[in-house]
């Protein structure tokens, strides 16, 4: 059975549109699967609701989302917290803003292992230290005790990261981890992501619009589209031959780095006219019961 697995999932605005429209997917244990389209296509929304950080002006309106075979939609929320921040992580896309910048960085990642999970001080200092090395940060006591502004943006989303896979999570959702970071971290942050996933064998959830992360770093993938999978495949096969126009003429749009020369290449009008009459087919669908 899949680590995670989302059913029917719908969520809009409080007397407003909807933002994700029934969306199904699975995420094996130790899995990794991509989440792209293009921005507002509802990927960083999923992560959310999975998460339980969904905005207060957003709600959930049907499905479920089964977290080792527990709906969390169905706890308490006290318990539902409680199973989340057992079993779950973020490594958020803003590495500046994701920090406190008035706290240092050891409580940062030590706080939650001492106040959620019930670790001892000594034990959470002694894992953050250990961390810190995994991510290949030199002078790792230094760094515990600097505060995010004395760092720079690498070192900051590998501190995000150690602290992610600080409890030893089952899964963990990462929303555009490199965004933020120029083209040479951003490589180096991938491969640390990939290595630090293998290792411990966390099923990852990974929002991006990047489509050669994804070719990198993901097994299966699912392509959205104004809140609504309009593929869900393998990796190999989304790229040998996908079977939506949509996904075909994003994967058309990806730069071709091995000619400069090469213009960008928009997705069609004519795919974007086809792909919103089916979400406004499938909006009428559920309107009508």
């Known amino acids: 059975m899949s680590f995670l697995q989302v059913r029917n999932l719908s969520v809009r605005l409080k007397k407003g549109p909807p933002l994700l429209r029934r969306v199904s997917l699975d995420v ?36 479920e989302i089964l977290l080792d075979g527990v709906d969390l939609l169905r706890l ?9 921040g057992a079993l779950c992580a973020l490594i958020p896309q803003d590495p500046l803003t994701a920090l406190n910048p008035s706290h240092r960085i050891g409580p940062q990642i030590t706080d939650r292992l001492v106040d959620i999970l019930g670790w001892t001080r000594a034990d959470a200092d002694r894992r953050a230290g250990e961390l810190l090395a995994e991510v290949q940060i030199p002078d790792p006591d230094r760094v515990l005790r600097s505060y995010p502004h004395e ?19 089952k899964l963990i959702v990462a929303d555009e981890p490199t965004t933020a970071l120029d083209v040479t971290v951003q490589k180096q942050i991938l491969k640390l ?7 411990h064998g966390t099923a990852l959830l990974f929002v991006t619009h990047d489509l050669g992360v994804v070719s990198k770093v993901c097994q299966r993938l699912s392509v959205l589209y104004a809140g609504m999978v309009v593929e869900d495949t393998s990796v190999a096969d989304f790229f040998a ?8 003429a994003l994967l058309a749009a990806t730069p071709k780095y091995t000619d400069p020369s090469a213009g960008l290449i928009p997705v ?12 406004a087919a499938f909006d009428r669908s559920v309107a009508h019961g």
């Open 241 to 248: 031959a996908p079977r939506h126009a949509y996904s075909a």
């Open 151 to 169: 760092l720079s943006g690498g070192m900051r989303q590998r501190i995000l990261i150690a602290s992610a896979f600080a409890a030893e999570p």
């Open 76 to 84: 308490p929320l006290a318990q539902r917290r409680r199973r989340i």
């Open 268 to 279: 069609p009008e004519a795919v974007i006219s086809a792909v919103q009459a089916e979400v």
């Open 28 to 63: 094996a244990a130790g899995e990794v699967r991509g989440l792209v389209g293009e921005s507002g296509a509802g990927k960083s929304m999923i992560g959310k609701a999975v998460l339980g950080i969904l905005p207060p002006s957003i709600e959930v309106t049907e499905g």
């Open 193 to 199: 992501i990939a290595g630090m996933q293998a290792r």
